[in-house]
């Protein structure tokens, strides 16, 4: 007998699958500056040649291609076939941690962890590639989580869930802009002898503008009249990791890591967006000390180092190992003060914290 575990285990496995087919086009087109409806085809980025059913069977057709375009014999990167296997894994693992309720609420975990962390994801391999976050993933990835816990809010009747979204996204983004502006003052204002107060303000400023741009800018994809206040995104196409690097110079902490944090602290809620910031920490600790040791000989003249990956990285053994982590941090440092085990259930947890 199949248990209605392994079922909704083995389903998403299979959906991630193909689900990561679709994000290696984002990954591919977003950063390029593509549409994702235009073409509505895949094809070949060398030849151009569209691609059929059987060039997209998710890692099958990359083995019986033999890491070759059917069309041109191009070498098609491991990559594709990884994103798809790490999509499955990651599906099948938000089944098996959020399945355990076996009811309504437990399958609106699974809908939209699977969701946030298709955008996850695409964040991670697109910032780790061009040093950059578009915009739209941070928000969609903010929507995800408000609407996932007004799902569940609706589910218990209660507003405690959405609340605990919206501070978790505030919390998360205060936390990484209050690092980036101390880090800004600290090396333009005090550094660059360009006057702390001035530096700060400055941060302040372009940060918050660019948060009223995307109010606007994607309220006016819903609003026709907003349109006109927005000018669209300049394409990411063209821009090097030179100059993106100078940018991030310019700004410090990039403002797409705050809006990222913004992102997983709505899905996450507290306290897990709190533990991911610290193992993100712990990953960018490890990256810088790697980076230290590789640099010149593989990275060339990159000297920044993207941090969306390290959040990525957080958020993922926050929201599977989080809770079983600090449970057994807390019995084994601190065992007077440690409660009964936590609840399975990601919304369960949610409700009975309140
Ligand atoms: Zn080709």
Known sequence: MISWLAAAIGVAALFGLNVGSFLNVV??????????????????????????????????????????????????????????????????????????????????DIFFECLFLATLICVFFIDLEHFVIPDGLNVLGLLIGLAHWAVISWWVGRFHPLRSALAGAAGYAAVIYGIGLLAYVVIVGVGAKRGALRAG?????????????????????????????????????????????????????????????????????????????????????????????????????RTAIPFGPAMVGGALIALFIGHPLWDWYVRHYWPLTAGPPAPAGLAEKNIKSF
């Open 27 to 108: 990954i591919w087109r977003l950063p390029r500056g593509g549409s994702l409806s235009d073409p509505t085809w895949s094809y070949c980025p060398q030849c151009k040649h569209r691609l059929g059913a059987l060039d997209l069977a998710p890692v099958l057709s990359f083995l019986a291609l033999r890491a070759r375009c059917r069309y041109c014999r191009s070498p098609i990167s491991w990559r594709y076939p990884a994103i798809e296997m790490l999509t499955g894994l990651l599906f099948a693992a938000v089944a098996w941690r959020f399945a355990g309720a076996e009811d309504f609420s437990a399958a609106a």
């Open 201 to 301: 303000w400055n941060y302040l400023r372009e940060n918050a503008a660019d948060w009223a741009w995307i109010a606007v800018y994607y309220l006016g994809a819903m609003i026709p009249p907003l349109r006109r206040l927005a000018e669209p995104p300049p394409p990411l196409e063209g821009a090097s990791a030179a100059e993106i690097e100078a940018d991030e110079d310019e700004g410090g902490m990039g403002g797409g890591d705050g809006k990222l944090a913004a992102a997983i602290g709505a899905n996450l809620l507290f306290p897990l967006w709190l533990h991911s910031l610290y193992y993100a920490v712990l990953i960018g600790v490890v990256q810088g000390v790697a980076a230290l040791f590789i640099k010149r000989r593989r990275l060339g003249e």
